[in-house]
């Protein structure tokens, strides 16, 4: 079987300009913090650290308010903000669903390449984790035998059927030859909480996520699905690293309705260039193994999401909708 691979390139090499000054424009009342996704995952971790940034520098004259929004794999974000052209006072925070779920979903109506790109804060890496109490599995090897002995029995967690980690996952199965059952949560949170419990046998949750259980000695990271090593993970190998060809990344980016005023999307994407260039969001990057080298915007952000959601095509194509929605 031709190998997969997935790599998300380009996104630290383009340049980006300095912010203009702050527009005349300004929320005149509390901005709606839509999240596609549960709490205690990855995208609830950011959306809420940035909200608290906001606040606590004084950033805007009214408060933004997280909503999450998991329904659907994030459907109901998406049909939300649709449903919001126009609005000045909603933005988003998204991850890969933005563009798997209206794949998957064809009758949800909404064509991600309308939003309005803001800005995209950081690349969020991927890592296969365990419980550290099998002590049967400390590499990849090991892993590949225990999930083919157990076959079906194998639970494998992630957010949502359809989602980035049921993606990933149908990749490792058609790479590794074997099947598992995909147990489906509501954020990554909860993924995490249940391989502490025991109640699923493994998870590729993002590192936000697990750092938690990681940190007590709860949990272990067995291979890392990046380029290279992560600063927060040294230790821990990269696939490509195995020879094994996977490398896939989770974007994590601030968009707003279709149809916003060009002054308010100048206001939004100076507030958020001020927060990526903070020395609070660049230490959360480093500490928890995201990349934040560049913040896209505009019509950058916009091409770059062009590009992913027909690279996202062709990857749920070539591992099947079947596999990554587990019908």
């Known amino acids: ?7 998300v390139a380009g996104a630290s090499a383009l340049a980006i300009t300095a912010p203009a000054a702050m527009a005349e424009w300004q ?3 509390p901005v709606e913090f839509i999240i596609m996704a549960g709490t205690g995952g990855g995208a609830d971790q950011i959306a809420r650290l940035l909200q ?27 049909r939300y903000l649709q449903d919001k052209a126009g609005d000045n006072h909603t933005v988003m925070m998204t991850l890969n669903s933005f563009y798997t779920t209206p794949i998957i979903q064809e009758d949800l109506g909404v064509d991600v390449t309308e939003f309005t ?15 550290t109490d099998r002590d049967d599995i400390t590499d990849v090897d090991s892993y590949v035998a225990a999930v083919k002995e157990a076959g079906l029995d194998w639970k494998v967690g992630g957010t949502g059927s359809g989602q980035e980690d049921s993606v990933l996952t149908a990749m490792m199965e058609a790479e590794f030859g074997y099947d598992v059952t995909y147990i489906p ?22 590192p ?11 949990t272990k990271p067995l291979v890392q699905f990046t380029g290279e090593r992560q600063a927060a993970f040294p230790d821990v190998p990269t696939a490509k690293e195995l020879g094994i060809e996977i490398e896939y990344y989770m974007q994590r980016s601030v968009n707003g309705p279709p149809g916003m005023d ?13 927060l990526f260039d903070s020395e609070e969001w660049q230490g959360y990057c480093k500490s928890d193994g995201l990349t934040c080298e560049t913040m896209l915007k505009g019509e950058e952000l916009a091409t770059f999401h062009e590009n992913q959601k027909v690279a996202h095509e062709k990857l749920i194509a070539q591992v099947g909708a079947a596999a990554i929605t587990g019908e």
């Open 1 to 7: 079987m031709k190998a997969l691979k997935y790599l």
């Open 27 to 29: 929320p005149r009342k």
């Open 52 to 78: 608290g940034l906001i606040q606590k520098k004084d950033l805007s004259p009214r408060p933004f308010i997280p909503i999450n929004k998991p329904g659907g794999s994030g459907a109901e974000a998406l």
């Open 117 to 131: 790109p803001i800005a995209l804060m950081a690349m969020d890496t991927f890592l296969l984790w365990v419980n």
């Open 185 to 206: 949560f509501p954020g990554g949170g909860t993924v995490a909480k249940n391989l502490v419990g025991n109640q699923i046998d493994s998870t590729v949750n993002n």
């Open 208 to 218: 936000a996520e697990q750092m938690e259980f990681y940190r007590a000695g709860n």
């Open 262 to 274: 060009p002054e308010a999307v100048e206001w939004y994407t100076n507030l958020f260039q001020t």
